[in-house]
């Protein structure tokens, strides 16, 4: 994956896309190839230009610091704050999901407002990822701004995830798809599909969002055939050529 930050037209880089997609290691390893440079090491990359850079800030994960009675949100704010105040046109920032501490309108104008300061007053080299899909206006408003998303495919239902970095911005995070992929029971993600069905129906912005969903707007699931039902429980992974070949062998069987 290419990078390109500089202190002009491409100062900030807002990244969408679901989770488990890369967002993360994407701009961890941007921030090594910096640090690898700077002490004279040579960087994994066919070419590379790394302009002098004073200082590495980061707000990446989250943990809340009970001895100093901080919860989770206060320490990323606290971090947030510390980057705002001390960073320069010649730092690298590294900002992973600000502001999903709090409420969503909270979070959202909380995040907005930071890209806003950084592009206009900062105007650091920053890569910033979000759920917040809001957030890629911003290239039409901001100078210095510009949307990057991570690639995936839609198959048979399911996520693929393509590691791949690409211009423009993600329309949905594919979290319920996330959520079924690590294991939760398919009647929860079912009913969370329905739901968000129901919540996008609906004029959010208005607040006009039902707190009771007809029973009618749940859409059933699509009933699979035996032969999907296995082929939608079976971990290729872990399979022999042979064990492979002798499923195979069996659902051509019950096809018959």
């Excluded at 090491?41 to 004073?54: C, G």
Aim: net charge negative.
């Amino acid at each position: 994956n290419d990078t390109l930050l500089d202190n002009e037209d491409n100062r900030c880089a807002i990244i969408t896309g679901p989770n488990m997609a890369g967002k993360s290691t994407y701009m961890r390893q941007v921030a090594l190839i910096v640090i690898m440079a700077h002490i004279g090491s040579f960087v994994p990359a066919k070419s590379a230009q790394i302009p002098l850079t004073d200082r590495i800030f980061t707000r990446v994960g989250a943990s809340d610091n009970l001895i100093f009675d901080q919860s989770t949100f206060m320490v990323e704010m606290t971090e947030v704050a510390a980057i705002l105040l001390h960073a320069t046109k010649d730092s690298l920032l590294i900002l992973d999901e600000v502001g999903r501490g709090t409420s969503t309108y909270d979070g959202l104008s909380i995040a907005w407002s930071v890209i806003e300061y950084l592009a206009n007053t900062v105007r650091a080299k920053t890569l910033f990822s979000t759920h917040y899909h809001e957030l890629t206006e911003l290239e039409t408003k901001l100078d210095g701004v510009k949307n990057y998303k991570v690639t995936v495919k839609e198959l048979n239902g399911a996520v693929v995830f393509l590691r791949k970095i690409a211009r423009g911005g993600a329309n949905r995070s594919f979290g319920i798809e996330v959520a079924s992929l690590a294991g939760v029971p398919k009647e929860v993600t079912a009913r969370a599909k329905s739901i968000l069905r129901a919540l996008e129906k609906n004029d959010i912005a208005r607040g006009k969002i039902q707190t009771e969903f007809a029973e009618e707007e749940i859409v059933e699931e699509k009933q699979l055939t035996e032969v999907e039902r296995i082929l939608s429980e079976v971990d290729l992974n872990t399979m022999s050529p042979m064990q492979a070949f002798l499923l195979l062998s069996d659902l051509k069987v019950k096809l018959d």
